[in-house]
């Protein structure tokens, strides 16, 4: 295994989701907006914890701005990896707040010198705004933006990814998509 030194994590914010009507990373658990709950939860676990995205929404949060104007999960990745000065960084989405040290670090027990990519696996579903990536996937999604092409499980997949079953972590995986999806968030925090 690799020896990791620094970790750095990084939270696509996304911006204003049609679904949800309004930015996912100002949605509310508690007192605390999503980012601000992820942040919080992330800082505990990583040297460098970074929101990523189009405007700052948290000006009290480290944060880059997104490398190219286009709207779509690639873009967010390729400027985390781009402002990584590590090999191996976590990358998430702000719509998976309940995240856990369990699951991060069982993603993190599978990188190796054969793998790009760690991406846990559910229920024959890949979540790859919840993995591990290294540095040098950069250029592979930069180059995807450059040629339109978009889907990023797809050019994970081609890339020597690592697929982790995490079924003991399903709570972890709750990707906030529709207002049923927050109701069902809001009982996991009761």
Request: net charge positive.
């Amino acid at each position: 295994k690799q020896g990791i030194k620094l970790l750095n994590a990084y939270i696509l914010t996304g911006g204003k989701s049609r679904r949800m009507g309004q930015d996912k990373s100002l949605m509310k658990l508690g007192e605390l907006t999503f980012a601000e709950f992820l942040y919080n939860n992330l800082e505990t676990q990583f040297d460098s914890v970074t929101l990523i995205g189009k405007k700052q929404t948290h000006p009290h949060l480290p944060f880059a701005r997104d490398n190219q104007e286009i709207q779509c999960a690639l873009n967010g990745l390729a400027t985390a990896l781009n402002h990584s000065n590590t090999p191996w960084n976590f990358i998430i989405s702000v719509d998976m707040p309940l995240v856990s040290a369990g699951l991060i670090s069982s993603l993190k027990d599978n990188i190796n010198d054969e793998v790009n990519s760690v991406v846990p696996t559910l229920d024959g579903k890949s979540f790859p705004t919840c993995a591990w990536y290294h540095k040098s996937m950069e250029s592979i999604f930069v180059e995807a933006i450059e040629h339109e092409k978009y889907k990023l499980l797809y050019h994970v997949k081609r890339n020597a990814p690592k697929m982790v079953n995490a079924e003991k972590f399903r709570k972890d995986l709750l990707n906030v998509n529709t207002p049923t999806d927050y109701l069902l968030l809001k009982k996991f925090m009761i």
